[in-house]
């Protein structure tokens, strides 16, 4: 009777073990981290297909990476370490005219960049241009079609104007990071952006 008891006891025990076992959540395996320590950029060259003038060969060429809190603003409250869409980097790009056959070149260097996804926003000052004003900064988006439909915009490229006290239009002043949307389709090259989340310290 004792031995029958104790087969019977040890049963109930195996069995709600393996009840017990069955039942427990798989251990949840754990996500891969994130590559929190690689900057946002974006690289590539490409032509775009600009519709105000579609026989004219525009190309730009964008090396840009984020580099958080570099360009200080000593004296400025919260500003004296600078902003986390500081970004470092060179934007060149030409035109050329199809009608006279003339080539246009400009180069510029990067201080803002923020993606989100598969878009990019930057803005650099131009530092040597054939018809450009030296000093001016200007805007460009990316859009990373991965391999296909990428597309670019930027900021004299279509309306970016301000209106006076009189109510005149004039040339806008365009601020860190402000760009179009990628109006223009890439047809020819292309562009990769990776992102990263902004940085809060």
Not at 8 to 15: E, P, T
Not at 37 to 65: K, L, M, N, W
Request: with cysteine.
């Amino acid at each position: 009777m004792f031995r029958t008891r104790t087969a019977i006891a040890a049963a109930v025990a195996a069995l709600a073990l393996a009840t017990l076992t069955a039942a427990a959540p798989a251990p949840t395996p754990t996500p891969a981290r994130a590559d929190n320590h690689r900057p946002a950029s974006v690289h590539g060259t490409g032509r775009i297909s600009y519709a105000f003038a579609p026989d004219d060969e525009i190309r730009f060429t964008v090396d840009a990476q984020a580099a958080p809190f570099t360009h200080p603003f000593p004296g400025v409250p919260k500003l004296e370490h600078g902003l986390p869409t500081d970004a470092r980097g060179t934007v060149s790009w030409s035109h050329r005219d199809a009608a006279t056959g003339k080539v246009y070149r400009a180069e510029a260097a990067v201080d803002c960049l923020v993606t989100g996804g598969p878009v990019a926003t930057l803005t650099a000052v131009v530092t040597s241009s054939d018809v450009g004003t030296v000093g001016e900064r200007i805007g460009l988006s990316i859009y990373d079609g991965h391999g296909k439909g990428s597309r670019l915009g930027f900021s004299w490229g279509i309306g970016n104007l301000d209106v006076d006290a009189t109510g005149q239009p004039r040339q806008a002043v365009t601020g860190t990071c402000m760009a179009p949307a990628p109006f223009a389709p890439v047809v020819d090259g292309g562009y990769t952006v990776h992102h990263t989340e902004l940085p809060t310290h």
